[in-house]
């Protein structure tokens, strides 16, 4: 299951942007998002979620449990 970010609480200080060995993240009008298909829990890169790592603000990047983790893709 890929991460989301939960914008309500998202700063948009854009810290996790670069650290995603997938580009999975991006920017669309300050709104900082996760392309489901595109993340893959860092798993095979990272020991834990980059993007939950460095994010200053907690339980902002979430696991979405709505989308399943066999359309996740590199
Ligand atoms: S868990 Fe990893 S691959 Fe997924 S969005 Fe966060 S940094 Fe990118
Ligand atoms: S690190 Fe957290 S607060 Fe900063 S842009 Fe990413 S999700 Fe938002």
Redo the contacts with the bound molecule.
Sequence with gaps: MPFK?IASQ????????PLCPNVA?WEKAGN?VIKPNKCTECIGDFHEPQ?VA????EN??VIDTSVPRSQASA
């Design positions: 970010i998202c700063t948009s200080c854009s810290a996790c942007e993240i900082f993007c460095v994010c200053p603000v902002t990047c």
